[in-house]
Structure formats: C-alpha cells, structure tokens
C-alpha cells in the first residue's frame, strides 16, 4: 500500500531510510508563483535536527536540503518540487546487532510481521528521520498559509509531570528551550526532570500543543473528511503519538452539555464564540475560533535498562539497547506536529475553494 | 469535496439528512461471494435505532434496509451494493424555528459559512441519523471480518463520571444493558446519574471503548497510513468525538519508557506481548495483540437549558432547544465505532494483501 | 476494486443492475446553491431511454428519477445527492438460458474469470443499463458547466459506412432523429443501412463525436491527469467503445509536423489558433479552441444471427441469442458521451482554482 | 492538482524539469522482497536515451539511475523506492529564446494559461525529458510482471506512410533498429522516408503498438475501471498521443456483429477465443487472450521550417525553431509505452486480489 503518500490537491510522497544515501519528499500541486528557496525550507528541517541541545542526541545530522525540481526563476512552477537530503554521517555499525532481535516499543516485529523482513539500520523507515520529509514539506505549506494571515504554532505542552503554565506563555522559548516549552520555567524543571530520568537509564512521555490562528470559519467537511479527523489522522501518523485530543478534548467525557457548550456572541460585528471548548471546529467544520489540537506522545522506546524481549530465532532474551537516544521525543517533534497541521489545513482550503456553486461559476466567468 | 466517501478498496459514500425521503451507502468494493441478506444489515441498524430504552428519544425511526443491488442468490457479487433505509416518521415541523439561528455545540454556523445556508430540519446531513448509513455498510464489513476470525467489540466505558469495572466485563450487558456498559452495576448507577442530568435540563459525555481481537500482525502501514492513523481518524469522524486513544492513550505522556514498553515474549511458540500498553500497533502495523481504541464523546449538545446565541441576522439572543434528545449520545454511537472500526479493519486487510512480492505472485500463479 | 466511482472532487458511485430492483447513483462533492430539479436530470434519462425509435428495443423502460437526499428547497446543499430510478418492467424469464453459457462479445465470461460467478439477468453490472447512474449525474455536472458558458454537444458521426455531413451541421437533428445524428439526410441513410442489417440478423458499429465549446485555456494537468487523458478513459469506460480520437486523432499518425501544428494568432485581441488538429487541447492543458472528441463504438454483440461458443461445463456449443436487442448502440449512447465529458470536465475546473498561489491567497483573504 | 501521481496501490510521483537539476520518481506501493538493483532500471533508461542513432538528436543525455532509498541488500523493502538521475548536460542558453513566444504544438501557451508562468528552457516539465521518471519505475513493474509470467511488448508500427509487416515480425529487431520496428526491411524504408522529410525540415507522426501475453483473464473492472479504459488514460497521458485503439479499435465502428464478436472455444482444455477482435479485454475485464494496444503518434512539434506564432505581448510572429530536435518521436517512445502498461496491470493485478471472498478470507486464514 501506498503509506508514504498524504494529501489530496496538495499531495507529497516522503521517502528515505535512517541510514540511505538520502531522505526526501515530492511535492505534487504546490500551487504556482509561491516565492521559494532553499532557507526556507532549511530553517524547518533545522528545527528537528538533533545535537541540538543536552536534551537530544549528539549524532551530527546536517539535513542540508536541496530543491531539484519545481521551483524556477524563484518561484514554484506548479509541477513537482522534489526536495532530498543526502545522509552524511550515518554508521551502519552502531545498529547491526538490532537485525537479530525486536527492540520492545519499536517496530521491529511489526516490519518483519508485515514484508518478511526489514531495513534494520537505524530504524530503517521506522526511524524518526522520516519525519525529516515531512518537515521539508511541511515548510512549503506554512509558508502559503502563512500569505493567507494562518499560522500554526506547536509547543511542548509537558514532560512527564511537568507542564507549561500557559499564564507565562513565550512563543520565543518555543525556539530557544531545549524542550520546546513556551514557559521558560517550566523548561528548567523539565530539563531537571530529564536529566534525573536519563541518570535513570529511562525516557519520558509528554504533551504536544498546536494552535492555529486566523482559519476562516468553514473550512473541512462534514462525514468522513471532518477537519478535525484528518488533523487527527495526521497527528496519529506522526511515530510515537498515541492519542490526540481537540479543544476540551478527554475533558469532554466527564462534562456536561450546559459546559461544553460554547455560547455564539457578536464581537467586531462579526460571529464569534465566548469560550473554546471545541477547539474551533463544530460538526467536522472550522468555526473561526482557533484551532487547539493536543497530541500525548509516548516516552523514547529506546532506553538503556536491560529489557526482555524476543529474538528472530523466537527465543526469549535480555537486551541493553546502546547508542545514543534522546531521553524525550518532544522538542524535535514540535516542527513535525507544525507541519503535520500545514499539509493538512492547505489541503482543505484548496478542496474547499469550489464548496459554493456561485464561487466556482465566478471563477470561470471571471478568468480570462 | 467529496467527504461522505471512506475507503480505498473497500469504498462506501453515505448519503441523506435527517429529514430528507430517505437515507443511505452505496458499497463499490465488496468482494463476491460473500452470503449477505437484509437481516445480516438489520441487526446492526436495530442497535441503533433511538425509542429503545428510556434513555434515548421516543421518536420512532423505523430504520428498515432494503438491499437495491450487489446481492444475487443471497450472495455480494463483487459489484456496488446500495442500501436505502426510508425516513418515514420525520415531522419537519419540530425543527422550523432553528432555522433563524445557530444552535451552541452544533454545526448550523458552520454549514452557513462552508456553503451558505444549509438543510436545517433536525441538523439536516450533520444529524446523528447520518450514521445509518456507515452502519449499514459497516455490518458487511463486520461480516466478512468475521469470517477470518477478526471481531471487533464496542460498549460505553463511562458515562459522566460512572466507569464500567472492567472485572465484571459481561458481553451480553452491552446488547442488554440502556447504556451499553459491559458492567450491569455501573449501568444501573449510570442510568441514575443521567435521570439526574435530565432533571437539570443537561446532558453528559462519556466514553466509548472498543477491543478488536483476532487481527493478525502485519496489517496497517508506516508513514502517514498507520492503522491507528486510520483508526484514529474513523472514530474522530464520529459526531462529537473530541479525542481518541490508542491502548494507554492519555496515560504515555506522563509514562517512563521502562513502564510503557511492551516486553515481547514466546507464548504457544508464537511471538506475543506481555503487556499491550502500544494497544496492538507499533509503527503504525498490528502487532497480533488486540486492538485497544477508546473515543471521547461530549456531551449532547440539544440541551433544555435557556442558552445564548446568536440568530442569522447577527443579533445576540436566547434560545431554549425544544423537541426530543437523548442525555447521552454513547449508547446508540456503540454500534457506529464497531462499524467505523470494522470498514477501516477490512480496508487494510484487502490492501495489505500484495505487501510482499511473494503473495501476489503466488496468487497469479496459482489462478487459473 | 471500487470500480464504479468517478472522480476526485465531483465524485460519482453509481449502482444497480439490469434486473435489479433499482439503477441510481449517489453525487459526493456538487457544490452547494445550484439550483436543481428532478426534471433537469430526467430530460437527460429519457434521451437514453430505448423504445424511442423502431431502432431501439421496443422494451418500455420507465427510468423516473427520483431525487433522494441533496437538494433542500430547490438547491443542491453541498451534501451528497441520491438518485434513483426504480427497474420496472424487467422480465427475468427472458434472459434465464444464458446462466449457462457465455455470449461472444459480452462481458459473461469475464466476470465469471473475475468474481466467480455472476447476475446473468439481462447482463446485470455489464448492461447498457449501468449508464442510467451516469447520465444521471452527468446531467447535474452539464447544468453546471452551463452556468460557467460551456456547453458540451455529443451525436452520432457515423453508422457502419454511412457518415453524417458536417456541412449540413442541424443540432435539433440530434435530438429528433433515430439515429441522433445531426444531418438528416445521412441519418435516413443510416436507417435505410441499419434495416437491412436487421433483416441479416446483425448490427453495426459507429462513430460518436463530442464538441465543447466555452472551455477556457489553462484547464487539465501535464503529466498523467492530462485532460486528454482523462477524457479519454472517461470514454473508453462507456462499455463497447473501442478507440477514442483526439482532434485529429488516427490522422497524425500519417501527418507531418507542418501539417499538424496549428499555428497561434491574435483573434478579437485575445491568443487564439487558426487551425484546430489538436483538439483543443496542448500538453494535457486546454488551449481555449473547442474540444473535439471522437469514440468508436463496436456493433451490439447481441445479434441473432447463430455464434459458436462455449458453455459454463467447458463444452463447444451453438447459441442463437433472443431477446429484443438494438441493431446498433450509438444513438442511446450520444448522452452517455455527454455526460462522461461533463463530469470529467467539471472535475478538472474545481481542482484548477487552486493551480495558481494567487487565486488561493485571494480567495481567502476576500473571504469573510 | 497533483497531476504527477500515477497509480492507487502501486503508486509513482514523478518529478523534474528538462533542465533542471535531475528528474526522477518516487515508488509508494511496490511490494517487498523484489530482487532489484540499478542495473535493473538502467536498461530500460538506456532505451529512451537520445543520440542512439542517426534519428534521434545528437545531445547526451547520461540517464544514470540511482537507487536512493526502498532497497536493502539487493531486494525491495516495501517502503518507497526514491530514484534519481542527473541532469549532465543542459545548456539553457540553447532555449532562452522561446521564453518570449510561444512555440506551436507545444505546450508553452497552455502551461502559462494555467499557471501564469513556465520553466521555458527546453520546455520545462512538458518535455519528453519528464518520461524518465515512468521508464525507471515501469522498469519495477515490468520485473514484477516478468515473474508472474507476464511480458509487455511495444514496438513503432508505422511511421507515416511506412508500416511494418507484422508477418516478419523480429522481436530482435525492435532493439536493434533505429526506428524500433520489428521489421527490418520496413524499418529501412522509414529511415529513408525520414531522411527526406529532415530534408523537408519537417517531422512525421506514426503508430506505437504494445502486445501483452499471459495476463490471466479476470483482471480490471466493470464500469470507470475498465481496464482498457486505464490503458487508454496511460498512453493518452503520453504527450504527443492523440488516439488510442483496443484490439480492432477504430475498425469496429465500421463492422457488423458478426464479425467483430470472437467466438468462445476450447483450446487445451482451457477456454479460449478464436480470434481476438475484442484485444483481451471484454466488458473492461482481461479474457484471457493478449492485450493489444495502439497508440498514434503525432509529429515532433519542434520543425526547422518556418511557423506563424503569436508572442507573449500577443503579437503575431514567425519564428523558426532552432536546436536539435527528432524528427519522429517513436523510437523512444516505444518504452515510455511498455512503462505506462506495466504501471497500469500492476496495480490493477494488486487491486484484483481481493475481488473474491473466498480468497481474502484465505489469505489471512493461512497467514501466521
């Protein structure tokens, strides 16, 4: 099946193993005309990289992206924007021992269970690296928003036990934490609890965050293509989250209607709503509210405590999985759930633009 | 766009609003030969049929499938199968005054601002009567999972704040129970809780939970068409599901990786698990553990409470929603999870089916 | 295979059987405000309605549509339209015999090769009668086109040897004659050739031709979604047509470059081409000229004349068929044509608006 | 709209531009455990590359094919496989010119239709160049097929005027002659034929045909998934096709029943046709007999004679184009052909496989 393909209109085909020759993404139907170049796209995929802090690995990944296609003269072309990204200090050595057993918490068992065997350096296709695509494509996509007054905001919302007091909200100390925490105070705790945990030899789990500011009301569909499915399809496929929530989210269950229920006001002479409970979509449809998406993410499977597990002769076995590995998935995977949230929303405003009869029919009168 | 459409292989489109003449699927994918008659389809939609219990409206929704064509000689014959239920009792009358304003919690704004006005007799298409048909379909689906031996179980975890004990899980309570809890104690106390509720004019949330055994490891994909992505996504397009988790859900954020990492061991001389905190999907693939999903439901949003709005001419108003609603919307959604699960299921077996070379040229050359 | 939906935005499910209970077809994805009326589909039905002409069976086929779900107050609402037309006067007694063999030219064999078995009642899924759900739809995506200036014009170019005149060009010809072509006098000659047939116990192939006037430039994709391309298997899917032209078609095979070329010029101060070989079409992108479409139509394969074939036991065996049969299939099949090309072209102008960024930014920057 | 993505199982996205600075595709979909390498790809490449012979231009065009990702240890791993070729010898300066007009027969004017601007040079993505991307992953599907027993064969039929008989039919021939016919003698006269025509300065059109042997029967769908009607969209989609036929194609619209219907029989205990009018496809479905496919061929655009044009500030102009162009684009396009085919029947073989229940339910009954 065609997994490594997202997007309907605005349509992207990842590719790449941990330890290739190289990772990447194709773009089909980008619209033309968008100014673009490589920084761009670069100071996305600089965003997950690691080695950047005492948080993440210390494995030197450049992820220096080229455009090969689609982009001319400054501008894309309409057609195809390939983007790749050589691998350039993977070492197959590190990873050799892993062919012969199933890491628990990975997708070892999984890929073998599926094809019959597996690409088992780094991860293969199950690494986190992949995401490295969906970043390059992603960066494409917040960049139109971004021309429409949209943007997506994603942050570490906790690590462990410690949260954000989002009182102290700081979009600067997204960017400039090692755990990608909008509080800085918070971040400080938190680097103080990794650090316990990696001492530990364990990893932690925590909760990512995404806003969305300026979507217009009636964006996404009723039925099947709710916006709010597909987001949370899109969040569900980012590796290790294991449970999405909009707006209230798991509050709901415990609430009553009279609570949940946001009331409509007038504001600016325009619909608005008093509260958020929804996270700004009603009946799968964006209501002009923000959007506020959550996404649980599970602790680094990788960790260093002697674990029991089985190996490819079905023998039950202990393994101390070695190596380098971040003690917490989040502050890489901010810039994934970003552009998770971009590809998604671009993709429904392009599908929504003929919803109206008298837009299509305007259109077409209207061209020359 | 086209989002009354789900599936690949196994495609469905759903169509018909709450008052219209009728409603319905068309199946485009059914393999041939599968034994199917009206009553395999009429079970399913008696599950959710309102007027059953005390909990749900006293409307009268007669819900009887006929099978238009795709059944020849009590068998699918590979081609589209159409299902019509008939709306026979809807009294448009109830819902004439809704049409000036918006209600709280529903979608009536946003069908106004995605197409410009909308069909606004009991919430037109974005009516809980809109899940006749994913249930109709999803009961093939559901057949023919059956016959692999894959099933797949849903009921209500909790109501409010009553949670079914899962030691006294009891099969037949869901069928029997109002509720829909496997636990006939919680029910009762539920049951309480939301008499209760409706004195107070209000409504509640609560959870759904759903167990699919048999799933053979291997099915799903990486990258963006995990089979939880999918899952995911099915249950997020449920009316009102506000969050949805997958086996420990919520609770891997605040997890160590040494407590959420499922050990893998040797049972029967097969490779199995001996925890499912992953919930039977790692990396997107099944991993032969049983699936654990569980969906978020907030509460009915029809509430006899004064509540403020706004109505279509931007005035802020107060409204009282009059009519017939359940307090609850879970005990009639059951029936919708399982089907949204079991369409999902099929779709990825079918498609999982030419993921190694060796299987599909085997199959051809076998075929006469 | 979901073989019976159609396009992307637009999207199409058609159902239902030659002797089923009902035919019909469901629209996910018309946009919302097109006004629209059970008439303005049946005056499309009842041009492919047979029993019209002493060329066409005389087999009364009442074909009444009714609308089902997708129209509130006299316009489409955006959600998914359902249509049916209720199989009245089919007589099962007719076709009994040919469960047990497989006619030369039709589709009996195939399907029995593919599903195992098959509805042998009067052809089932692989009857003329599967394009009532077409031309259904069709008649909604023609209404649009017509709103936006485009109008698509199908009739019948020849019949075995006798070919319409163009120079004698008579629209109303197309809907009054037999044979639907829209010269008269080539149209009494036809009749004249398809007696004779008749009376030889045979039937005649045929030559149908479509124009689109209105269309503008800059419609279709390069690559594989060539609108060429695109109407080409949108034609080819119309059962017994065999080749499809494109413009000049066959001719360029035999054609040098200076001849085929069609030199650009400056009409009414906008680019325009003095000749028309390609058809209107450049690149897989429309160049503003009309579309010129061509589809050959094979001869009925139900003649009555005796044919060798084999049984379903593996045995050589002489058939002679009965039945009432056309002698020839284009002129119930010319509003076929139409509708294909109207549902393709429809398709292809709603995933346009977003070909370039700045009519997306626009789009979204005006809209409140 | 992403027109670049081919396929629903075994899916392609093509990319790049004739000068940018590579072109290659992305397979999402191929099934694991396929032996494949480099070498695999190049021989297909190497048939589309120009400068081959006396009718193709001089220009050298490498065509090295790099695996990128997708392949572990010399089999496919079943995740995407990247492939990527250079682009070594691009001199821009040879096309600035044909930025400020717009070349007759090409696509220069559609493209700014739609998107507002075009990569000029050397035609950007509507060049010839933009088939690599298919040849080099056709060259997967043909391995595919090859080992289910199932082989694609095209060959040019005809330049103008010149035909092959097929009764000398070489297969060797197809290789090894400059106009890749697989007739010697008529291939010499074609050479002759375009000699002259050079010396016209002028190009020729002619026929590519493509026979299939061993497609089991049962493959493709009824309806819009007609098998032969996804042919046909896949050599339309070649630029420079306009016109397909199926077996007999345009002949049938002038032949009777009688003759055009291929009577059943039983070869070897196997049933069989005696003729095959019908090219092995009934009712959309493969039965059994060889596919045989059409496609005609317009001239190379690109001729050295003068031409009347228009210019980008709409002024009319004559040009004459300079540079180094085929006179027939046939020869290299003989494998662009088998690719499209090969692409086509092997996602319709990985759709089919599911058509029964009986051998879905098997599968995943005997799968551990």
């Known amino acids: 099946m065609a997994g490594s393909t997202y997007g309907t209109i605005f349509k992207i085909m990842t590719w790449g193993e941990s330890h290739g020759k190289a990772l990447g993404v194709v773009v089909d139907g980008c619209p033309a005309g968008l100014s673009l170049c490589e920084e761009d796209i670069q100071v ?30 400054g501008r894309t ?6 983007l790749m990204i050589r691998n350039t200090s993977q070492r197959s050595a590190d990873y ?5 057993y199933y890491r628990p918490g990975h997708a070892d068992y999984t890929f073998d269970a599926k094809y019959g065997f597996r690409d088992y350096r780094g991860g293969g296709r199950s690494s986190g690296r992949e995401t490295a695509g969906r970043v390059a494509a992603g960066a494409i996509a917040a960049k139109l928003l971004k021309e429409m007054g949209i943007t997506v905001t994603a942050y570490t919302r906790s690590i462990g036990p410690i949260e954000a007091d989002m009182s102290r909200f700081d979009r600067d100390a997204i960017l400039s934490t090692p755990t990608a925490m909008p509080d800085r105070e918070a971040s400080l705790r938190a ?3 990794l650090k316990e945990t990696m001492e530990e030899l364990d990893s932690s789990g925590g909760v990512l965050e995404c806003i969305v500011d300026g979507l217009p009301a009636g964006i996404g569909d009723p039925v099947f293509e709710k916006l709010d499915a597909n987001l949370g399809k899109a969040l569900l496929s980012i590796g ?8 209230d ?6 609430a009553k209607g009279s609570e949940n229920n946001d009331s ?16 700004g979509i009603l009946g799968g449809i964006s209501d002009g509210s923000p959007l506020l998406l959550r996404a649980h993410v599970k602790p680094t ?3 260093f405590k002697p674990q029991n597990t089985v190996n490819t002769d079905k023998e039950e076995i202990s393994v101390q999985i070695k190596g380098r590995h971040d003690p917490v998935i989040l502050p890489r995977a901010v810039v994934v759930m970003e552009s998770m949230v971009a590809l998604t929303l671009i993709d429904a405003l392009m599908l929504n633009m003929s919803a109206r009869a008298e837009n299509l029919i305007r259109f077409y009168k209207k061209t020359p």
Chains 1, 2, 3, 4 share one sequence.
Do not use: M
Not at 44 to 70: A, F, N
Not at 96 to 100: D, F, L, R, V
């Open 264 to 279: 409509f006001c007038i504001l600016d002479g325009r619909i608005s709503k008093r509260t958020n409970h929804a996270g």
């Open 77 to 82: 072309t309409g057609t195809p924007i390939s």
């Open 191 to 193: 680097e103080a609890f």
């Open 301 to 303: 499977p990788s960790i």
């Open 249 to 254: 989210g798991v509050r709901v269950s415990k």
């Open 44 to 73: 996305y995929l600089d965003r997950r990289k690691p080695g950047q802090s005492r948080l993440s690995t210390p494995r030197r990944e450049d992820d220096t992206v080229e455009i090969l296609s689609g982009v001319f003269e």
């Open 96 to 100: 050799s021992e892993i062919a012969s």
């Open 240 to 247: 290790a989250v294991k449970a999405v929530e909009i707006g």
